[in-house]
């Protein structure tokens, strides 16, 4: 979890409110943070990855100040009309195809409010950017550069600037072999012939990002009053959301918000948009799962303790808040508005034997076998996108939308593992092979006999990825597990789009299709950019179960 020092005075100035340091430490911890410790002037706390806005003096004393009932419910910040328009061009398309931009005006700088803007900036690109993959932040003093503002891309050669903090003007290709953050960070620009650059009116380049900012017209001081931000990266969505957490921020220390015109080929943004969204929340529902007897005042007082507004079955959900997926994510909310401290422990009038699931046996002993074998074992998430189960794999696979996705990252479950676990290699090319994962993970599809018109599965995959990764190899992989499981197989040739033709089996057991085996083709390779050949098979675990439990 990322850890983040506050000062401690702007902190409570932010607040509204002084309090005793035995006491400021018992409410920061129930507001669902670590707290660290409190040291003099110096607050260090430990933020949960789901709640980004609390990244800042500002962030966070704002949840705080609600939280402990000095300033509740939705605190709402104007967005000031402008002319700053900033074009998007056709280039930057297939690198890193979206900003969100904005500008604040009136901040009085110093050092202090320096080290916040910085703080905030690299946090943010740890966590939500991660570690600027998926987003990168640019903050630059409005006095060095000229509306309109160009997103483009050119070539490596061509793109000459003095990054931050460098003694000279060097190339786009210099930067990533010469400067320490185009080293740290050059491998998201691996592969292309062209790097994105925002540059004014006058020609003057402000930064190359995922990479660096110019140290000419990207550096902020004590004497910058306005600033341009913007958030590089291909989810327009986060970056919005990205945005929203940064000017709210800076807003906070002062500032006011100018919006910023964006220019794509086809659209027209208008950033940020700080409007609450609105999302349906159902008292019965929260009162369920937390065991309460909440009337509905006493529910819109706790989520107004939490920074919401409320209004007739609805939650006003603030623009800053990433983190509300689903109504219970409101319930957690509540929860700790309530205080945990205030839940009464109850005994369970239920008397059970317990025993390890047949299922998890098989698991844990699958894992431990091919662990021996020197395989890796991975985790990733439940839900994923249907870009990357279907169409990257050369396959139609169907799969189960989410109904009111965030992002388009995240916006199916998984119908299968391999997938996932090429993601994976795909985001370690950079580090050593061969490369040699499994994940047992659990996979959905619809079926309209279970309540929920959704049914649940566990498969295992595994990937094997180096040189000269062949079918023979991922069959003594499979061969091994299927002895150690005493369980004998047949194999049959089939074609499969995501498999090379000929190099593919389907295996049954007892009579029933359990596993793909073979090596990935090379169009799959090609999507995911990837060099090596993979060759993997997917074992659907729940079916395996079933065969050994008739056998016994």
């Known amino acids: 979890m990322p850890q983040v020092k506050l000062n401690k005075k702007v902190f409570e100035k932010l607040v509204g409110k002084k309090l005793p340091d035995a006491k400021l430490k018992d409410r920061i911890s129930y507001l669902g943070t670590d707290l660290d410790s409190i040291d003099n002037n110096e607050i260090n706390v430990e933020i949960f990855p789901n709640r980004p806005d609390l990244l800042s003096e500002q962030g966070f004393a704002r949840a705080f100040s609600s939280f402990i ?250 623009a800053y808040r990433s983190d509300i997926l689903h109504e219970i994510d409101f319930v957690e909310d509540i929860a700790i508005a309530y205080g945990y401290e205030n839940f009464k422990a109850e005994i369970p009038n239920v008397a059970t034997i317990g025993q390890e699931d047949h299922e998890q046996i098989l698991i844990n002993k699958i894992a431990d076998i091919l662990i021996g074998f020197g395989l890796l074992e991975v985790n990733t998430y439940n839900i994923t996108n249907k870009f990357n189960q279907s169409e990257r794999m050369n396959a139609k696979i169907s799969v189960i939308e989410l109904a009111n996705a965030l992002t388009v990252d995240y916006d199916a479950l998984r119908t299968w593992v391999i997938p996932n676990l090429i993601q994976v290699l795909s985001d370690n090319k950079h580090n050593e092979f061969p490369q040699k994962i499994f994940e047992v993970a659990t996979c959905f599809k619809k079926n309209e006999k279970e309540d929920t018109n959704v049914s649940e599965f566990k498969r295992l995959a595994v990937l094997l990825t180096h040189a000269t990764a062949d079918y023979t190899e991922i069959r003594q992989i499979f061969d091994a597990l299927m002895s150690a499981l005493d369980l004998k197989y047949e194999v049959s040739e089939v074609e499969h789009p995501s498999f090379i033709s000929g190099r593919v089996g389907r295996v049954k057991v007892e009579g029933k299709d359990i596993a793909y085996i073979g090596e990935i083709h090379p169009q799959v390779l090609e999507n995911w950019d990837l060099d090596y050949p993979i060759v993997a098979f997917e074992l659907n675990i729940t079916e395996i179960v079933k065969i050994i439990l008739a056998k016994e």
């Open 69 to 318: 009932g000095v300033k509740t419910g939705l605190k709402e910040y104007k967005v000031n009309k402008s002319n700053y328009k900033l074009i998007v061009e056709k280039s930057v398309s297939k690198i890193r195809p979206y900003t969100a931009c904005a500008v604040i005006k009136n901040l009085k700088m110093d050092d202090e409010k320096i080290r916040e803007i910085i703080q905030i900036q690299e946090k943010l690109h740890i966590t939500f950017g991660r570690n600027r993959k998926k987003m990168a932040i640019g903050i630059y003093p409005m006095e060095k550069i000229n509306f309109p503002i160009r997103y483009l891309a050119k070539s490596p050669q061509e793109i000459k600037f003095k990054p931050l903090e460098f003694p000279r003007v060097i190339t786009g290709h210099q930067i990533l072999s010469q400067h320490p953050t185009g080293r740290d960070y050059g491998h998201l620009l691996e592969g292309y012939d062209k790097f994105p650059i925002f540059i004014d009116a006058k020609e003057k380049i402000l930064s190359m990002p995922p990479i660096i900012n110019s140290h000419d017209v990207g550096k902020i001081s004590n004497q910058t009053k306005d600033v341009f931000i913007e958030c590089s990266g291909f989810d327009f969505s986060v970056l919005s959301q990205c945005l929203n957490i940064i000017v709210t921020a800076l807003a906070d220390m002062g500032g006011s918000i100018y919006e910023i015109k964006l220019e794509y080929l086809k659209e027209k943004y208008v950033t940020p948009n700080l409007k609450p969204r609105k999302e349906k929340i159902r008292l019965d529902y929260v009162n369920k799962y937390l065991g309460l007897n909440l009337k509905e005042k006493e529910m819109k007082e706790l989520l107004e303790k939490m920074g919401y507004g409320y209004s007739k079955g609805n939650v006003l959900v603030p």
